[in-house]
RNA sequence: GCCGGAGUGGCGAAAUGGCAGACGCACGGGACUUAAAAUCCCGGGUCCGAAAGGGCGUGAGGGUUCGAAUCCCUCCUCCGGCACCA
């Protein structure tokens, strides 16, 4: 009788032989091998299972691919910069750097429980000045490319952060961070020109097959190309025209009015001469109200008249001009020419405010005089148009938009929602950005041989407001690099979005000191070829590695121009929270957290690892449960026990056809682990272990050495990615040397699976009636004949009309009478 | 509102045009045990039936097909994303 199962004794021990034997180590110097990545995560501190989900896929993924003898890089790093770390130092006292560093440890460690190896001889940690230095360097060649630049204009910020942030990392109205409703201020600030890269950015989703539809969709979505035009409209008594943008010229005859948002700079021309006594304060009112505010408000639209008038430049009909809360400053040109009979937000503000309604497309059973009881937005032929009635409005857009253009009156012009990313961070934890302020000079930028620019350390957190950078004397005041005279240090830090927005490419080369890439490496290694995480991730950190990406193609620093071929997202492990009582994802103040240290101890790392990819298919949320913990854990308690069976079947012949079952039963699972794996699959490919584990289990009585020897030798194969440990104990208890990682990835016999008896499945009129054994490989007469004798009793009296065969799956007869 | 995804036993799920429910969990019965735990064996979609066997069954309704969980149309529900974007 073997041992009992003792994880806790096994696994440290193989943990430290991997770690000895350097299995995941990588050497990119050499040739090109392949590139897996998992997102690099925030050192947050603890880590419970949930997290682990991402880890031990990517892990099981690494040790198959080390076992089909594959080269392989897996690196692993910390995206260290950022908020929680200088919350801690105010909290705590402790320096953010510290903890940071701290919780690496811990994390590491953690990994090194799970049994998941890294090639850690390429760590990257964001913080270090070594690698923030090539931020700074970038940001270097973007300020000369004009990609960097420092412009004013509303932004996001969040009080209690106490910081700008990008719109990406606004959520409804709220800090994607912290959850705090968001303000807007008018401020100056550090921009990089993404939208420069708009129509790359989604051109290149086309060429991205292996990403999910949905993060391209939501990229898609966020980027929000519309072709559309600009129209100039001459307002009386000014003198430059008023430019409003849109996607539908046909409907400019029935334009009857002009809108404004509050914050136009036309607005104020109005302030003293419009109508309505309260207009001043009307639009000062609005201009206060956050985003979330003005949208909040029912949906309710309201406006009040500038007094002014605009001037159709199609039609030359004088229009009045109206200051409008739902027109929006940032898309567009905060202008637009509204059509309330063929656009649903302008017919209800001009129901409300006695407005015309004017149609001018015709749809389904429309005319010129038809009232609307809703706005009509689709297609339809022109009417009331002047010269352009007849026209189908798909024809009349491009006919009409060039017409403006002839005239001079109108430019085709594409705009996009997304705007410029906003990356200064009125932070301490972050990339210093690298410009000195000078009185004679302006801005200037470090020069490269003067970086990095250090983060300092003489720093005082959390006693007043306001950026601690801005505090350090030491810092702020240096000299200006073209003039020498005295300057003042920018404080802004980066968005940490930018240290994750190109790691990926220094993992390949993360000692060189001396560039940012190595050339030569990063052009054999790149893109990588599987990159996993989170579905938090899909627009903000996959969209700016993605524009960086395409800025280093064009520096000629890396090949192509998709940093990332195949994407997988995994979901979420949630559990049962203890505070609301309902599935949530597992967090602290939800009590639903399960740490991994008791589970670790009390079933061991690799029960926690099948589990984990038991669960469900790892692109779905997936409820954590005890009792599921137990399945898997029986399940390696079966393996471990099934030892002795291969041991009492020493020298054993066994009976034929036991062995043959057994055999068959074997080669079906290597096949269906296999396809299974490289599809993702890991949850099925347990099953077909486990069956085989089944099969084992019920031949070990018949079946001779050599079989039951093939078959749990090739099952410990296929566990290995999953349960590593208690398989590379197994195998050495079978009598092996070495370590599974290098025993060879199983292949199977495809003549013995042809081998199979079959079973056809037999239809009569598209009704399972019976079912029939049969050799594999039956010609279609001699399966028809099989199928007849089976379903005979249903056939009587009753001629067959069709007989249709899929081969060793079914026949199905037609019958009539 | 728009876009995307999903809906299958008591539960997690499998099957992507060919025997629905593999595998596991929970449950029921049995063996072992003084007893319990652990382990092992057997049984579970549902209805009729003692059984053999049959009817029904993959959110609802319709369609295509010899055959549909899978493809098409209409609708419902849930989840995710975007949302006054001109």
Same mark, same amino acid.
């Given at each position: 009788?073997?041992?009992? !199962? ?53 892990? @099981? ?29 105010? %909290? ?18 953690? +990994? ?19 690698? !923030? ?79 999910? /539809? ?14 559309? @035009? ?42 003293? #001469? ?7 304060? +009307? ?67 001009? #129901? ?17 005089? #038809?009232?609307?009881? /809703? ?40 705009? !996009? ?10 932070? !301490? ?38 950026? &601690?950078?801005? %505090? ?18 920018? #404080? ?17 080369? &993360? ?109 779905? /949320? ?123 990835? &199983? ?71």
């Amino acid at each position: 009788m073997a041992e009992p !199962y003792d994880p806790q004794q096994i696994e440290p021990r193989w943990q430290e032989f991997w770690a000895r034997e350097r299995f995941a180590a990588a050497d990119t110097a050499g040739e090109k091998g392949l590139y897996m990545l998992m997102m690099f995560p925030y050192p947050s501190g603890d880590l419970h299972v949930g997290h682990g989900r991402n880890y031990i896929l990517g892990d @099981c993924l690494f040790r198959m691919f080390l076992m089909q003898g594959r080269k392989v890089l897996n690196p692993m790093g910390w995206d260290a910069f950022g908020l929680p770390a200088e919350n801690a130092a105010i %909290r705590r006292n402790i320096h953010p750097r510290e903890w940071t560093i701290g919780n690496i440890g811990r994390m590491k460690d953690q +990994f090194r429980r799970w049994g998941i190896l890294y090639d850690w001889g390429k760590e990257i940690t964001s913080c270090e000045p070594e690698y !923030y230095r090539w931020n700074q360097w970038l940001f270097n060649r973007m300020l000369e490319k004009g990609l960097a630049y420092r412009g004013k204009s509303p932004v996001n910020w969040c009080p209690s952060c106490r910081t700008v942030l990008a719109n990406e990392q606004v959520v409804s109205g709220e800090c994607e961070r912290c959850g705090t409703l968001v303000e807007q201020r008018d401020l100056e600030q550090w921009f990089l020109r993404i939208t420069a890269y708009a129509d790359r950015l989604l051109e290149g989703l086309d060429r991205l097959p292996d990403w999910p /539809e949905k993060v391209k969709v939501m990229q898609r979505n966020w980027i929000g190309r519309s072709e559309g @035009c600009d129209l100039r409209f001459r307002v009386e008594g000014v003198e430059e025209p008023l430019t409003v943008f849109t996607t539908r010229v046909d409907t400019i005859y029935g334009a009857t009015f002009v809108a404004l948002a509050p914050e136009h700079p036309l607005v104020e021309r109005f302030r003293s #001469t419009a109508p309505d006594a309260d207009f001043g304060e +009307f639009v000062d009112g609005l201009r206060n109200q956050t985003r979330l505010q003005r949208e909040s408000e029912g949906g309710e639209k309201e406006g009040r008249f500038t007094g002014a008038w605009a001037v159709n430049p199609f039609s030359g009909e004088r229009i009045p001009i109206w200051v409008a809360n739902f027109v929006l400053m940032e898309y567009g040109s905060g202008a637009i020419m509204s059509v309330p009979a063929h656009d649903e937000r302008d017919f209800a503000f001009a #129901t409300r405010y006695g407005l015309p309604i004017r149609v001018v497309i015709a749809g389904p059973g429309m005319g010129e005089g #038809t009232v609307l009881s /809703e706005a009509y937005s689709g297609p339809g032929r022109v009417v009331s148009s002047g010269p352009f009635n007849g026209l189908a409005s798909q024809e009349a857009i491009p006919r009409m938009g060039a017409f403006a253009q002839e005239k001079g009156f109108g430019t085709g012009r594409v705009r !996009y929602r997304l705007r410029d990313w906003l990356i200064s961070r009125q932070r !301490y934890w972050g990339t210093p950005i690298p410009v000195v302020y000078c009185k004679n000079d302006g801005i200037v930028p470090v020069p490269d041989d003067q970086l990095p620019v250090v983060l300092p350390t003489d720093i005082e957190f959390g006693k007043v407001e306001g950026n &601690p950078l801005a %505090r350090s004397a030491s810092f702020v005041a240096t000299t200006c690099p073209k003039c020498q005279g005295a300057a003042r240090r920018e #404080t802004d830090t980066m968005d940490t979005f930018v240290d994750s927005s190109w790691y990926y490419a220094r993992f390949i080369n &993360p000692h060189v000191h001396d560039a940012m890439l190595d050339e030569g490496r990063v052009r054999r290694w790149m893109p990588v070829h599987l990159y996993i995480g989170g579905v938090e991730h899909a627009i903000l950190h996959l969209m700016y590695a993605r524009f960086v990406y395409k800025v280093l193609a064009d520096f000629g620093l890396v090949p192509g121009d998709e940093p990332f071929s195949v994407l997988f997202n995994q979901g979420m492990i949630v559990g049962k929270s203890s505070v609301t009582g309902r599935l949530e994802k597992m967090s602290k103040s939800k009590g639903n957290v399960v740490a991994p240290d008791a589970l670790i101890a009390r079933y061991g790392a690799d029960t926690e690892r099948v589990y984990t990819l038991f669960m469900g298919p790892p692109e779905k /949320e997936a409820e954590w449960t005890d009792e599921g913990v137990l399945g898997a854990h029986r399940f390696l308690q079966r393996v471990w026990a099934l030892q002795d069976a291969v041991a009492d079947a020493a020298g054993r012949a066994g009976e034929g056809s036991a062995n043959e079952r057994l055999r068959i039963a074997t080669h079906r699972s290597v096949k269906r682990v296999h396809t299974d794996l490289e599809r993702y699959h890991p949850n099925t490919a347990i099953a077909a272990m486990m069956e085989l584990v089944n099969a084992i289990g019920e031949t070990q009585q018949e079946a001779g050495e050599g079989a039951l020897r093939e078959a749990y030798e090739t099952l410990l194969k296929l566990l290995h990615p999953f349960a590593p440990h208690v398989t590379e104990e197994l195998w050495r208890l079978t009598g092996h040397e070495g370590s599974l990682l290098r025993a060879g990835w &199983p292949t199977f016999d495809a003549a013995l699976l042809a081998r199979q008896r079959v079973t056809l499945a037999v239809q009569v009129n598209g009704k399972l009636r019976a079912t029939v054994e049969v050799e594999p490989g039956l010609d279609p007469d001699a399966a028809a004949a099989a199928a007849r004798e089976a379903a005979a009793k249903w056939l009587e009296g009753k001629e067959v009309v069709k007989v249709v065969h899929v081969p060793d799956r079914m026949v199905s007869l037609v019958v009539k009478g």
